[in-house]
């Protein structure tokens, strides 16, 4: 049975409190869950704290123009991409030209037709729907269904600003799949599109809730780690990394599969290090375990130079597998 | 005896709701009804006291609301003296010329309310 607390937020900002009444009445039967501000500076902060998918705004209010609320709706990158449908008296055409430039999705004069109200609601709450689809496909990978890199560059952006306003542990491991164009090469594309997509299901499985697991692109993986010292990321990625090993892979059951892991973490301070520098780091200690004979993971603190590898003693290398294969 | 207007209607009848049937609208068109006494009170405080802007924003809350609860007739002459007062407020920012040209209407609109009921016709 569905839930009522995951209808959608519908946010009413309207001075009357009639027009409250009148609507909480009138929509009860709509599945969404209506919220409401009898005045503007309320609204707003609602709509800040946790965004609604679609703002009934009413334009006159005695506190403040709805024009001038429509702009800071707009303005707030929180706010700017929810629907807004304008509850207005003034059916002016001048009126209209407004809202809609500024960036209302719809405008109904009031007294409102009922009927026609409901539909309204119920289009711009499909149009909320499918820009938080097209938002979605926007920053997942399609092959493995990971992040893509342009969520990974985001993620990790905001990772190292709450870092540096709030300092707290943080790493960030760069995964590469060992020897991945032999996998193309030998067995085809479709084994290798099977090694990617294997690759991020282990990776979900194996990294905890709070990592973000993104492909940052070709047979590279990201994975960030928050609130995460080096030693402890060090265990996750140990950990992955062994984690695939152990994968018996359909299409080449023969054939093992490693992956190569350059980890950066921070205990806290972060200095002058910035998202991309921190990432030139894990790319540097990356290339490190590649050259030392892949299947490894090399690791660091932040802006020092002493690096440590760490690898099971008895797990075979890529190298000795394919040279086998 | 029922009093007549020039045109013929009965300027005593009550004035229901479109939706008195509507069993959903049942009890809010009893809570509006119930407090439009006191906002009518407030209409006549604002007239008497050539306060054209407190006029003007009951006036756009009467017209906002009205229509919704099935009073359109009220709701439309409360947006012709909010459309009178905003247009007139800006030639005379005290807004007493505004009050004068709509004192007419804002009687007519006291005498509607008084008829209004929250009752379902026979």
């Known amino acids: ?115 026609e109200l409901r539909a309204r609601l119920r289009a711009a709450l499909r149009l909320d729907q499918l820009l938080h689809l097209l938002a979605d496909r926007a920053n997942v990978d399609g092959l493995t269904g990971l992040g893509n890199r342009a969520h990974f560059n985001k993620r990790w952006a905001e990772k190292v600003a709450e870092c540096r306003r709030h300092p707290m542990p943080l790493a960030l491991a760069m995964c590469d799949v060992d020897h991945f164009k032999r996998v193309n090469d030998t067995y085809g594309h479709p084994a290798g599109d099977e090694v990617l997509q294997g690759v991020a299901k282990m990776l979900q499985s194996e990294c905890r809730e709070i990592d973000v697991a993104c492909r940052y692109g070709g047979e590279e993986f990201a994975l960030i780690m928050p609130a995460t010292s080096t030693p402890d990321a060090l265990v996750v990625a140990e950990r992955v990394r062994e984690a695939l090993m152990r994968v018996i892979w359909p299409r080449h059951p023969e054939h093992q599969i490693t992956m190569s892991i350059g980890l950066v973490g921070s205990s806290g301070g972060i200095g002058e290090a910035t998202a991309a520098n921190w990432l030139e780091q894990a790319d540097r200690n990356l290339y490190s375990a590649k050259r030392d004979g892949r299947n490894r993971v090399v690791s660091s603190e932040l802006d020092s130079s002493v690096r440590w590898t760490s690898r099971a003693s008895d797990a075979p290398s890529a190298d000795s597998q394919a040279k086998a294969a | 005896m029922p009093s007549q207007a020039r045109d013929g209607r009965n300027t005593d009848a009550a004035i229901h709701s479109t939706f008195a049937n509507d069993p959903d609208m049942r009890e809010l068109i009893e809570l509006f009804v119930s407090e439009l006494p006191g906002r009518i009170d407030e209409v006549r405080i604002a007239a008497s006291s050539q306060d054209a802007e407190s006029l003007r924003r009951l006036m756009h809350m009467l017209r906002g609301s009205c229509g919704g609860y099935g009073f359109a007739e009220l709701g439309r002459l409360a947006g012709r003296i909010e459309e009178a007062l905003g247009c007139c407020a800006i030639q005379t920012p005290d807004g007493e010329g505004a009050l004068d040209n709509v004192r007419a209407e804002v009687h007519s609109l006291i005498a509607l309310c008084a008829r209004v009921t929250a009752a379902a016709p026979d």
């Open chain 1, 1 to 115: 049975m569905p839930n009522p607390s995951d209808n959608p937020r519908v946010l009413l900002i309207d001075d009357s409190i009639d027009v409250h009444r009148l609507l909480k009445v009138r929509l009860r039967h709509e599945q969404i869950r209506l919220v409401d501000a009898l005045n503007a500076r309320d609204g707003l902060e609602l709509a800040k704290k946790e965004p609604p998918a679609t703002i009934l705004l009413d334009l006159d209010m005695p506190d403040t123009d709805g024009f001038e609320v429509l702009r800071a709706l707009k303005e707030d990158s929180t706010t700017n991409s929810i629907p807004v449908i304008v509850l207005s008296a003034m059916s002016s055409s001048e009126d209209k030209v407004t809202a809609f430039d500024l960036g209302a999705t719809d405008y109904v004069t009031k007294p409102f037709d009922l009927a």
